[in-house]
């Protein structure tokens, strides 16, 4: 199947070299003020890599006291960190859109017509943002799932009965249980920020469902705290307002000096042209990282960037996103508009994240 020249060749020679400033401006003004926190360097930091492969490195340092000693006597050796790594081939994705022979004949016919430009335009200017847009969804969801879960399952294109997983190997000695299963307190929160400071890390960030927040502030914890940052009077007998979420993440950052993110993310996927809604992080865990950045977005070189077929229009967004607009005339006549990238975001200093998972029970 042969890459031609698109048929509205005049159109795409003039949308490809203005489609960066085309999609940032789709990204940050689109109805539904789509965000992307993998798209944010400070939270992931931008990295190529021109062997199209990731690897995350996590070491676990704990700093220990010097010790006093006599003159002249000998230095104690104290042990040196352990070091983990995880690395992989970045995997391939992509996107399409197609123009059928029915839908072509409709554009060109509006074409012969005159008067239509900006319509066509408009038309041929959707496909390509689609596509763009794609790729960041799916990278939203790679990363939101990634950090949630410690592991995320990626596509690869080349081979497409395969799944290639993404595993940061978050270390079982972070995670900790819940007093109550299935049910997450201030306690709970309270027990892992000390650990966090016993292991002599300093909390940054810690990353909440909207929907469990919205049961944590149900609870007298929340409650309590709320009222004593606003100098209530009150004993156990007092029924107190449960807080509204902006008051709470507030009142939170401010008792324990950290951020609080609340992630309410839905993405769209459509497998044989069914539409499936995900959401990429769960109700049963909360995340606290220590840095701010919590890793890389990692992405590599298509072949096709470094090879780019005569007659087809290319956009390159965001370094990574290559996409073409081309058409084809086998089996039957269309119009293809394409997105590709070899990228994922990757978690790192594993070590330094902790997990509060309620389904499982904490040992008292």
């Known amino acids: 199947m042969a890459k031609e020249k698109s048929l509205f060749k005049k159109y795409v020679d003039s949308l490809m070299p203005k489609l960066q400033k085309l999609v940032e401006k789709v990204n940050g003004k689109h109805k539904d003020e789509r965000t992307y926190l993998h798209k944010d360097t400070t939270i992931l ?7 199209n492969k990731w690897e995350a490195a996590g ?38 859109r197609n123009l059928t022979e029915s839908e072509l004949t409709d ?34 969801w790679a990363f939101l799932y990634g950090l949630y879960y410690g592991f995320v ?35 709970d929160i309270e027990r892992v920020i000390e650990a966090i400071n016993d292991n002599q890390d300093s909390l940054d960030t810690v990353w909440i469902s909207k929907a469990r927040l919205k049961l944590l502030r149900q609870t007298r914890w929340a409650q309590e705290l709320v009222a004593d940052y606003d100098d209530k009077v009150y004993d156990d007998g007092t029924t107190l307002k449960s807080p509204s979420e902006k008051k709470f993440v507030q009142v939170f950052q401010d008792e324990y000096e950290c951020k609080l993110r609340v992630i309410n ?10 539409k499936l809604k995900k959401k990429p992080w769960g109700n049963d865990r909360v995340i606290f990282t220590c840095n701010p950045t919590v890793g890389t977005f990692a992405y590599g070189q298509l072949a096709e960037n470094r090879n780019r077929v005569a007659g087809v229009n290319y956009s ?49």
């Open 45 to 51: 930091k931008k990295e190529y890599k021109s062997d």
């Open 59 to 96: 070491v676990n340092t704990t700093y220990i006291a010097a010790d006093f000693m006599a003159f002249d006597s000998p230095v104690d050796i104290k042990t040196r960190p352990t070091v983990s790594k995880a690395n992989g081939k970045l995997p391939k994705a992509g996107i399409g």
């Open 265 to 274: 993310r839905t993405i769209i996927f459509e497998k044989n042209g069914k």
């Open 153 to 187: 399952g990626m596509p690869d294109i080349d081979n497409p009965e395969n799944m290639m997983v993404l595993d940061f190997r978050y270390p079982a000695r972070n995670t900790y249980g819940t007093l109550v299963k299935g049910v997450i307190d201030g306690e």
């Open 107 to 140: 554009l060109q016919t509006m074409e012969t017509q005159g008067g239509n430009d900006a319509r066509i335009a408009k038309k041929i200017a959707d496909d390509l943002t689609f596509c763009d847009i794609g790729l960041d969804e799916l990278y939203e």
């Open 316 to 364: 390159l967004i965001d370094d990574y996103k290559l996409v073409s607009r081309y058409s084809v005339n086998e089996p039957s006549l269309a119009e293809k508009t394409k997105g590709e990238a070899i990228a994922a975001p990757v978690i790192e200093d594993v070590d330094q994240i902790y997990v509060l998972d309620c389904t499982v029970s904490a040992e008292v």
